[in-house]
């Protein structure tokens, strides 16, 4: 019998349990550091694969859309525990960070997925250390959960310098994040002068800012993200294909079929048979 056990500590530390595979789209609003317990993860990164194994560890840069495929192993059940880092913490530790401390030449790099040796001492001790909250169902306190986040960013900053670069690269007040904003309006027809516009931006501003969360170019994000989500509603059956089409901000049906095709291997007609 199918066992799923999600057990959610404030946002913070996540465990996912479950005894068969299964598959999810996921977007990453935090920096996020998963580690691999027991069973088999696969990570699809803009067409690039990576596969954790029990041990295993990863951190998943925030704003970036992967495809989770996640396995449990014969009488392994599939078992992982992420923590994510939010802003206001990120913002409050390099806050009281010795300005000597923080490389001068750290670069941001493209790559949104970043594999970390299982084996080291400082992340089997970060994770063994909170098993016992989740085999409790104990929450742990606020003040704890704080100590596990720096204990965490210590894991990443001592992996690679570039990295404080990616972590404390914060959003200025006065711009509306580009990915929130996407995601929630790629079903209009906007240009990229307004999407610009509406974010904060200048075009060559907003283009260089995309460029630091993602490898492919706006319209191309659009595109597959208008895609990701009619294949959602193509599962579903509950609508026609024409309908969906228009709804997800195709504006042309043979051009939607041709770029859904070419996404998923089939036909959108084809799709929930």
Partial sequence: MEKLKVFDCSNVFITSYFTDDRGCAHENSEHTLVYLCSGK????DNGNKTVL???GCAFMRRDNRMWLQKYALEDK???SVALRFS????????????RNDIPGNARRGKSSLYVISGDRPDVRSLFESVLPYFDSGVKPTED?????????????LNTDKN????LFDFVEPW???????????????LSMDE??????RSLATFKRDFAKVSDISPRKWLIRRRLEAAHQLIMQGKRRVTDICYAVGFRNLSHFSRAYKEMYGFSPVNSNN
């Fill in 41 to 44: 993860l696969e990570i699809n």
């Fill in 144 to 156: 704890v959960l704080k100590l596990k986040m720096t204990e965490g960013l210590y894991v990443l």
């Fill in 87 to 98: 802003r206001s913490f990120l913002r409050e530790f390099y806050n009281k960070l010795d």
């Fill in 53 to 55: 194994q029990a041990g």
């Fill in 195 to 200: 999407i610009a516009s509406y974010t904060g």
């Fill in 77 to 79: 059940p599939y078992f």
């Fill in 163 to 166: 990295l404080f670069a990616s």
């Fill in 175 to 189: 711009k509306i994040d580009i990915l929130d904003f996407l995601n929630e309006n790629y079903m209009y027809d």
